[in-house]
């Protein structure tokens, strides 16, 4: 069983900077991808990110396209989400999720991922 958990969130000022990391343990092979959504109060989960582990291709969402960058390290298991002038509207809860074989969905689909972390809670001030 593949368990996923995210550190690094807070509180940071609108401009400020961020960087969140995942860890995955469990994991006995190599995964298709991993990726960040976040889902802010009274709204639906939106789509930040993905890495795809073999081909190193990244995607992004378009709010964040530009601001925001992902990682991995393959050593620890491990995928990154540098962020970067953050605004108000990028508060909200950021969730990890990993996809270990492709499915047929799209990695901005939350249907995409087979496991997910508990959440972290960024807070961008104004």
């Known amino acids: 069983q593949v368990q996923l958990v995210e550190s690094g969130g807070g509180l940071v000022q609108a401009g400020g900077s961020l960087r969140l990391s995942c860890a995955a343990s469990?994991?006995?092979?190599?995964?298709?991808?991993m990726g960040w959504f976040r889902q802010a109060p009274g709204t639906e989960r939106e789509f930040v990110a993905a890495?795809?582990?073999?081909?190193?291709?990244?995607y992004y969402g378009d709010s964040v396209k530009g601001r925001f960058t992902i990682s991995r390290d393959n050593a620890k298991n491990t995928v990154t989400l540098q962020m970067n002038s953050l605004k108000p509207e990028d508060t909200a809860v950021y969730y990890c999720?990993?996809?270990?074989?492709?499915?047929?969905?799209?990695?901005?689909?939350?249907?995409?991922?087979?496991?997910w972390g508990q959440g972290t809670q960024v807070t961008v001030s104004s």
């Open positions: 890495f795809r582990w073999s081909v190193g291709s990244t």
């Open positions: 469990g994991r006995t092979f190599s995964t298709y991808a």
């Open positions: 999720a990993e996809a270990v074989l492709w499915n047929g969905v799209a990695l901005r689909d939350a249907g995409a991922y087979d496991y």
